[in-house]
C-alpha cells in the first residue's frame, strides 16, 4: 500500500489559482495546517493490470476482448503500443468525508482541503506509475489518459474498474452516470512501448474539458 508523508505544496498553490506566484503567509500557513489534517485521514489504495493491446478501427481492442476503448484520440495516444497498463487508485472514503465535514465549518479550509486532495491523488498515480517502471524498465510510458479524455468516452468507466476488480479490491465503484465513488479516485490507460515516444504536446482544445478547465481559465495549463 503506497502511503503519502507530504503533499506538493506548490501543487496545491496551483490549484488554488496561484499559478506560479505564491500565497500570503496566511495562506501559506493554513495550507499546511490542512495539510497535516489531510494526511490524517487519506488511505491511498490502487491497483493496476497489464493488457497486451491491438489497435483496431475505432479505436484499441485489449486482449481476449476484455475491454474495447473507442475513438480516435485513445487509438492515437497508443500508437506504437504493444501493451498498456489499466490502473485504478483512491484517496478511500474518509477522505471523502472529511471533505464534506468541512465544507459546514470552514469554507476556506474546505477549498484548501479540495485542492490539496486533488494534488494527492496525483501523487498517488505518479507512484503507480514509477512503481510499473520499476517492474517493466525496459518499457517507455505513454502519459496517463483517462475515461472522459478526448473522444473516450466516460461511460465506459464502469467496466473498466470491473476488469480491475476495483470494487473489490479497493472499494473503487461508479454511479449511474459514471462518476467514480470514492469521488478523489482516479482511473487511467497508460501505454507500454518498446520504443521512446516522440510527440507534441496535446492541445487543450482536444479535451473535453476545454470550455470549463480552471487551469486554462487561470491562463496556464493541466500539465504544466
Same mark, same amino acid.
Given at each position: ?12 498553490? $496551483? ?11 496566511? +495562506? ?9 489534517? %489531510? ?10 493490470? *497489464?493488457? $497486451?493491446? +491491438? ?7 485489449? /486482449?481476449?476482448?476484455?475491454?474495447? *476503448?473507442?475513438?480516435?484520440?485513445i487509438y492515437r495516444h497508443l500508437k506504437g503500443c504493444k501493451r498498456a497498463v489499466l490502473m485504478a487508485a483512491t484517496l478511500a472514503a474518509? +477522505? ?39 517492474? %517493466?524498465?525496459?518499457?517507455?510510458? @505513454? ?29 473503487? @465503484?461508479? @454511479? @449511474? ?5 470514492? /469521488? ?9 512501448? /518498446? ?16 470550455? +470549463?478547465?480552471?487551469?486554462?481559465? $487561470? ?6
Amino acid at each position: 500500500m503506497l502511503e503519502l508523508s507530504s503533499i506538493n505544496h506548490r501543487e496545491i498553490y $496551483r490549484y488554488l489559482g496561484y499559478g506560479s506566484s505564491q500565497p500570503d503567509t496566511a +495562506t501559506a500557513s493554513l495550507v499546511k495546517k490542512v495539510e497535516k489534517k %489531510l494526511l490524517r485521514v487519506i488511505r491511498p489504495r490502487h491497483i493496476y493490470r *497489464l493488457f $497486451r493491446i +491491438t489497435p483496431v478501427s475505432g479505436g484499441v481492442q485489449l /486482449e481476449d476482448g476484455k475491454l474495447f *476503448l473507442p475513438g480516435n484520440d485513445i487509438y492515437r495516444h497508443l500508437k506504437g503500443c504493444k501493451r498498456a497498463v489499466l490502473m485504478a487508485a483512491t484517496l478511500a472514503a474518509d +477522505t471523502d468525508r472529511f471533505l464534506k465535514k468541512l465544507q459546514f465549518f470552514d469554507m476556506a479550509e474546505a477549498a484548501i482541503a479540495n485542492s490539496a486532495a486533488n494534488t494527492a491523488i496525483e501523487q498517488v498515480c505518479d507512484a503507480v506509475a514509477e512503481e510499473i517502471k520499476n517492474r %517493466l524498465p525496459l518499457l517507455y510510458q @505513454t502519459s496517463r489518459y483517462s475515461p472522459g479524455y478526448g473522444d473516450l468516452p466516460i461511460s465506459i468507466q464502469k467496466e473498466f474498474l470491473n476488469i480491475l476488480d476495483a470494487p473489490k479490491k479497493i472499494g473503487l @465503484t461508479v @454511479t @449511474t452516470n459514471s462518476i467514480m465513488v470514492p /469521488e478523489k479516485s482516479v482511473s487511467a490507460i497508460i501505454g507500454l512501448s /518498446e520504443k521512446p515516444f516522440s510527440r507534441k504536446r496535446r492541445s487543450c482544445r482536444e479535451c473535453n474539458l476545454h470550455e +470549463t478547465c480552471m487551469f486554462r481559465l $487561470r491562463g496556464s495549463r493541466c500539465d504544466s
